[in-house]
């Protein structure tokens, strides 16, 4: 490993973006060299603020000829994979934001790119490094927690109060035009790198269209849920939606020696997903039944508290670098594991279409299993033309143009790329 080869990176998409270009700045293991937008007056705001040192793009193929180790992708979550693909044939390491694919099509082109090319494919699920995430699987990979029997994630978001800065009032924007299921990995994505099994089986559950989710000029359910098999027969229950009354990031695994979760966000009095309860015998059998709350804190998460998502966002950044420098054991989500954390909505959604029965969940490592799914576009995208599927099981909801014209309107008044 060498740890004083300053990774060079390039971002693209200054709005997500921005926390990753953070870490550039302020840590010496990285150097942000190029940013990339095509919405001029968000690149305009990324150069106020980090200055003319750094080269920026408005086009992503000409972006991709700049000297650079990798490039971080936090542009449209229905374009990672594409750009993903791109980026690597060009010779850069990626680290992809949240989601991996939209189609089983592009999820065996991206498995495939990534073996062909030799370099780091990362997913960016920065769930997985929340504080009481990272410290179950610390649990689980110690035998603490003993074999996993269940998990529940959970992470319902309200996104009505910021759905017009989200969305810019476009009817086709890929959250309108989403699946309940679709952003399916901030929940479930936590749960499969606690357990490290891989998911085989899924019967997904979608709640009614509600009266907020037509405000919004959101399309799909409100949120859905996921009772997922996984290869040790062990359970999942994931819960994730954008459109609930009250938001919820929770985590809760049971093993063979016990339970671990952490805080509800209703709990003033802990920091949620910073505070993890503990409930674990030493031996199978013991029944102690002796709970109390356990520290989350390392050196490395107090020294990235501060950034976003509960210090996760430097977290998997710092990972990100330390695998690029050669750390083989690096804490990094390769495609492999995306994609166990991203099928289970995928393949959900299709149990719902289908009735509600279950459905197999491919598993990509295995070359036969790709064939059966390499020609398969089948996505919410209005753009997949023929293969597009509703974004709501019972068909997409008539929505006025009115309201989209009132979600424009109040993002511009906003005016959040000049502040």
Known sequence: MNENKKIRIGVVGSGRGQSMMDYCTKYGNAQ?????DNYPPALERARRKYGDAITYYDDFETFLSHDMDAVVLANFANAHAPFAIRAMLSGKNVLSEVLPVQSMQEAVELVETVERTGLVYAYAENCCYM???????????QGRLGTFEYGE??????CEPDWDALTYGDPNHWRN????????THSMGPMIHISGQRPVRVTG???????????MGAKGAPFGVEIVTLENGALIKNLQGVGPSRNSTWFCVYGSKGRMESAREDDKG????????????TFEGENHFDGHE?????AISKQFEQSGHGGADDYMMYEFVQKLQGNPDADVIDVYEALDMY??????????????????IPNLRDPAERDKWRDDATCTDPAAGENALPSYSKGNPDIPAETYEALRKKMEARDMWNQ
């Open 32 to 36: 942000l060299v190029a940013i990339c």
């Open 131 to 141: 504080p009481s995430a990272r410290k179950m699987r610390e649990a689980f990979l």
């Open 153 to 158: 994630g959970e992470y319902m978001h309200n």
């Open 177 to 184: 035009t989403m699946s309940a299921f679709y952003y399916c």
């Open 205 to 215: 559950f979608e709640a009614p269209y509600n009266a907020r989710m037509r405000r």
């Open 270 to 281: 802990h920091g949620n997903v910073r505070t993890l309860f503990e409930n674990l015998d």
């Open 294 to 298: 356990t520290d989350t804190d390392d």
């Open 343 to 360: 099928l289970p909505g995928h393949f959900a959604y299709r149990s719902v279409l289908a009735g509600g029965v279950p459905i197999d």
